[in-house]
Nanobody, 121 residues
């Protein structure tokens, strides 16, 4: 099993940047493909980005392509989500998840508790 803890959320203004971190414990992160999802109030949880074991391949939702970057440091057991040029519609609770690079929530086995990101206009 792996335990995931997100950090780095907060309140920013439109156009600002923020970097989220997802720290893993229990098992080495290199054993897992990883993803980031988000859930805004009143909406379903949606795919944001994913990354393969080595980090060679990455995948993004259309809404964040060109603005967000997912990366990983397996030695540090951490996955990151760099968010640039943020928009109010990026406001959500952000979750990291382990086990897949799918856009399908059901494909992931482990989830963090989430971190709140709020973007003011």
């Amino acid at each position: 099993q792996v335990q995931l803890v997100e950090s780095g959320g907060g309140l920013v203004q439109a156009g600002d940047s923020l970097r989220l971190s997802c720290a893993a414990s229990g098992r080495t992160l290199s054993s897992y493909r990883m993803g980031w999802f988000r859930q805004a109030p009143g909406k379903e949880r949606e795919f944001v980005a994913a990354i393969t074991w080595s980090g060679v391949s990455t995948y993004y939702a259309d809404s964040v392509t060109g603005r967000f970057t997912i990366s990983r440091d397996n030695a540090a057991n951490t996955v990151y989500l760099q968010m640039n040029n943020m928009k109010p519609e990026d406001t959500a609770v952000y979750y990291c998840a382990a086990g897949s690079t799918s856009r399908n929530i059901a494909a992931y086995s482990y989830w963090g508790q989430g971190t709140q990101v709020t973007v003011s206009s």
